[in-house]
């Protein structure tokens, strides 16, 4: 088990299920602080590897995932790995579809 995330930190949420996770920009570099230990990155080109461990979803903007039982079983990864790591879910611009997933 990692240290989970500061809930205060850059970014940092708990959803209703209890478990905390970062979403963020890529545009934007990398809070201070741990980096992920798992990440999900929705954006078409090829994201930086931060995270140890990462997945990568095409999501295109303003539209669905194209696969969407791979997204479930993505998102489905990231909820599992939450509860003992630190997630970060990130796209370009870390609104709509970071917030979305």
């Not at 850059?10 to 959803?15: E, I, K, M, P, T």
């Not at 995270?51 to 194209?66: E, K, T, V």
Request: proline share 14%; glycine share 10%; aromatic share 4%.
């Amino acid at each position: 088990m990692t240290n989970p995330w500061d809930p205060a930190g850059a970014g940092v949420l708990r959803v209703p299920a209890g478990r905390l996770g970062r979403g963020r920009s890529l545009r934007q570099p990398l809070p201070p602080g741990p980096r992920p230990t798992f990440a999900v990155y929705l954006p078409s080109p090829t994201p930086p590897a931060v995270a140890r461990d990462s997945r990568r979803l095409h999501w295109p903007g303003l539209r669905p995932a194209q696969d969407q039982a791979h997204a479930r079983k993505i998102l489905r990864e990231a909820r599992e790995c939450a509860l003992t790591q630190r997630v970060e879910t990130a796209c370009r611009g870390g609104r709509g579809r970071t917030g979305t997933a």
